[in-house]
């Protein structure tokens, strides 16, 4: 679809709502998930209140924010409140957060779409997105960035697998990763 900024512009110029994008998203999602293993948790109506919430603002005339109805996506260990948050573990199953987590806050805030929670490992406790109850993310044409092809090793080639089947697939604009498995710095010092 393009960069942040061609949508936020396509937006304001009217040439699509909100809800059409959404909806484009969310039908990819449901066409490709059950090959890749992206999505853990597809979030559809959370989505479209929140496209056709934007889409009510932009016929109003009003001014909306760069992130403003942006299809994005959270990792599983993000916390949101009354939407199912598991860390990609079975124990628990079924959690629903009470709060927020900041970062979905902020976001929440400025209108992005959240299209659903991904895959990760257990609780955060990898790199490669093996270790997830819900089982691996794939990549579906299992090429790697030139960088990793020799570092068979490289921790750093999981994550951009994953980030390089999200945007193939057309299944997110947006991700926000977590920090607490340290894939990119380890793998900055293994890929040059």
């Not at 679809?1 to 304001?12: P, Q, R, T």
């Not at 959690?95 to 779409?113: F, G, H, M, S």
Request: with cysteine; net charge positive.
């Amino acid at each position: 679809m393009g960069s942040i900024a061609k949508i936020h512009e396509m937006l304001v110029g009217k040439q699509l709502s909100c809800a059409e994008l959404t909806k484009s998203y969310l039908d990819e999602i449901d066409k490709s998930n059950s090959e890749l293993n992206a999505y853990v948790n597809v979030t559809p109506d959370e989505a479209m209140k929140t496209a056709e919430a934007v889409d009510k603002k932009i016929a109003a005339g009003e001014e909306i924010g760069m992130l403003e109805g942006v299809p994005m996506t959270l990792k599983d260990n993000i916390s949101t409140k009354g939407i199912e948050t598991t860390c990609c573990s079975k124990i628990l199953t079924g959690y629903k957060p009470i709060y927020d987590a900041t970062v979905w806050e902020l976001l929440q805030n400025q209108n992005a779409v959240m299209l659903g929670k991904t895959n990760m490992d257990e609780f955060a406790m990898g790199s490669s997105c093996e270790t997830s109850y819900f089982g691996g993310a794939a990549n579906p044409w299992r090429i790697y960035p030139p960088a990793c092809v020799v570092l068979r090793s490289c921790r750093l080639k999981a994550h951009l697998r994953r980030c390089f089947a999200l945007r193939t697939y057309r299944i997110c604009k947006l991700a926000r990763p977590n920090r607490t498995d340290y894939q990119e710095r380890r793998g900055r010092r293994c890929c040059i």
